[in-house]
């Protein structure tokens, strides 16, 4: 037998706080460790999937072999200061909260995020000087991210140019999106081109001009565009119709344009793209 330790974060459930700590942990898994009574809440034996709160320790027990042998990322490129990989959905980029992450995972550290459901090309820095210029990059709009989603329904017009407002509901843990200004929301603009469709799909090409929290995913929304399989902004009903539950949402193409005194000048016009795994 396996055994694993971590003390919790921040309130949660057993079947998340053991997701988040334990690569290649899933629902079916953490339910198997509870009835058999293979997890400890505080050194006390729990057969169902309790509240947790801060400093809770739980240990957990399982076979060898239980778990999934699972690398989550594909490695694209990497010198001595970046690293360029692929992301698979399931695994946070990074976080304040989780072990399971690909930046505790690849040792390097994390300049951008994509969410946890989200797969696609992440870049990371070596180092804390080329954290620094891909961070100043970011800041000078000279790195362009570009996206592509498979939608239900169609899009009116090609290419179109979404602006709005993005509100967060840190409680909620998403965003709102407004056309007219609220107070604490921000300005958010995101072009959208249909590239084909495909019986009652469409796969759109997203470049937001604007890097915001959850903003290609609410964006869309806002305007009936639901992106296939995802929880918190798509459709429900059309999920369940379809039998979507992952969501198609890919980050495919990261192009450079640094400036002549960043330490990443050698990557100034470089471009890194990949494929969806969805289409």
Known sequence: ?????????????????VKANLLGAGFVFV????????????????????????GDT?????????????????????????????KERGIETSSDT????????????????????????VVFAKHKAAADALNDAFANGQVQKTYQALCFGKLQKSPVTLTGYL??????????????KQPGALPIKTVVTELRPKGDFTLLQIQPLTGRTHQIRAHLASIGLYI????????????????????????TQIKFAFTPDS?????????????????
């Open 1 to 17: 037998m396996k055994t694993q330790t971590f003390i919790v974060s921040k309130p949660m459930t057993v079947t998340a706080a």
């Open 31 to 54: 339910r198997n460790c509870l009835k058999n009574k293979d997890v400890k809440v505080n050194g006390v034996r729990v057969n169902r999937d309790v509240m947790l709160r801060v």
């Open 58 to 86: 739980v240990q957990i027990y399982y076979p060898d072999g239980a778990l999934k042998t699972w690398q989550p990322y594909r490695l694209l490129w990497q010198d001595a200061n970046v690293a360029v990989v692929f």
């Open 98 to 121: 989780s072990q399971n992450t690909l930046e505790r995972l690849l040792g390097y550290i994390a300049v951008h995020r994509l969410d946890v459901n989200t797969e696609g090309l």
């Open 167 to 180: 509100l967060k509901d840190k409680d909620a843990g998403q965003v709102m999106i407004s056309k007219e």
């Open 228 to 251: 296939v399989g995802d929880g918190k902004y798509g459709n429900a009903a059309l999920n369940r119709l379809y039998h979507q539950d992952k969501q198609c949402l890919c980050a």
């Open 263 to 279: 330490l990443l000048y050698y990557l100034h016009g470089r471009e890194f793209t990949a494929e969806p795994t969805f289409w």
